[in-house]
């Protein structure tokens, strides 16, 4: 890489690391605290992944997904997941028009830039997987026709920890999907008497637009771009490998501990 290109990738960067301290900025305007569920948020955006947020109810985490969609003025939708949820009710489906006698496409609410599928782990294997799929493939097929979903495409599934009763828990090869999992804590006293003040009248603070969608796009693409070191390269390699062979790695303690090691989609991640 010559050394003018270098030059013009961190002129690009430096700019944008500005737009990104502006969006954090916003975003902390309305959250209070929840730092890495913030910064979690971003980096998954980034790195065009999506993120599994675990933790129990009333933690801010719908708060969190609604304000960074307002920041980018992008669409946003939450489809909360129940047991008698279809895949259908997802991704949309074929309706038959007497008038005509033909078939007309309904998209289901998964076209969307920014989806909230809150509680995840309510809705059976097939719901779970049709969302997945949309996930990996970044489009939907109804009626044997492929339709591509918006970008950016950014999924923020939740599920509740302290409750199983009555749920369908994500298998593992379903949760390697998600580029992070975003353990959401309790607030300490102090950010609880802010959320308090902050919360607790009749106007709480709205976030404003800092980013339109498409600057998502420009900032995904420049991601990309960033120079890894080799060393970094053969270390998340190494990593990886110590997953699936602790004993070669020098961990042989924790050899009966795991089960699988991690997949080349971690290495990626």
Not at 24 to 39: A, I, K, N, Y
Not at 129 to 139: G, H, N, R
Request: with cysteine.
């Amino acid at each position: 890489m010559s050394r003018e290109t270098v030059e013009r990738l961190e002129s690009e960067i430096q700019q944008s690391s500005g737009d990104l301290r502006r969006l954090r900025e916003q975003m902390s305007s309305v959250l209070v605290g929840q730092e890495e569920l913030r910064d979690g948020l971003l980096r998954a955006l980034l790195c065009d992944g999506h993120v599994l947020i675990e933790g129990v109810p009333g933690l801010a985490k719908t708060l969190a997904a609604r304000t960074l969609s307002d920041c980018l003025d992008a669409s946003f939708t939450r489809i909360q997941f129940t047991p008698d949820l279809l895949p259908a009710d997802l991704t949309g489906t074929m309706v038959f028009q007497p008038d005509s006698g033909t078939f007309t496409t309904r998209r289901g609410p998964v076209f969307s830039q920014m989806i909230l599928a809150d509680e995840i782990n309510r809705a059976p294997a097939k719901v779970q997987s049709a969302l997945l799929e949309a996930m990996q493939e970044s489009q939907v097929t109804i009626g044997g026709k492929s339709h591509p979903l918006p970008r950016p495409f950014f999924v923020m599934a939740t599920q509740n920890p302290i409750e199983q009763e009555g749920t369908y828990p994500l298998p593992e090869a379903q949760v390697d999907r998600f580029l992070l999992k975003l353990l959401v804590d309790y607030p300490t006293a102090d950010q609880e008497k802010e959320i308090l003040s902050r919360m607790g009248g009749h106007s709480p603070p709205a976030a404003e637009k800092v980013l339109p969608p498409e600057k998502i796009l420009e900032l995904q693409l420049l991601t990309d771009r960033v120079v890894v070191e080799e060393s970094l390269v053969d270390y998340m390699v190494r990593l990886v490998e110590a997953t699936r062979y602790p004993a070669a790695a020098g961990l042989a303690e924790l050899d009966e501990l795991i089960s699988y090691g991690a997949s080349p989609r971690a290495t990626l991640a």
